[in-house]
């Protein structure tokens, strides 16, 4: 796999659409809400997104 370049540092998040229609309206604004400290590359909840 070529090395990827980093054009930006702008953080984004990726959404599966159709797992999210499934969502209530209270799941959907808890997982945004928590969607700042899911680590890029994994599932996990971190504290620091940059450790």
Do not use: W
């Amino acid at each position: 796999m070529p090395d990827r370049k980093i054009k930006n540092n702008i953080p984004f998040v990726q959404i599966i659409q159709r797992n999210f229609s499934y969502l209530t309206l209270a799941e959907e604004g808890f997982l945004v809400d928590i969607s700042e400290f899911v680590g890029f590359s994994s599932n996990c909840i971190v504290d620091d997104v940059k450790k």
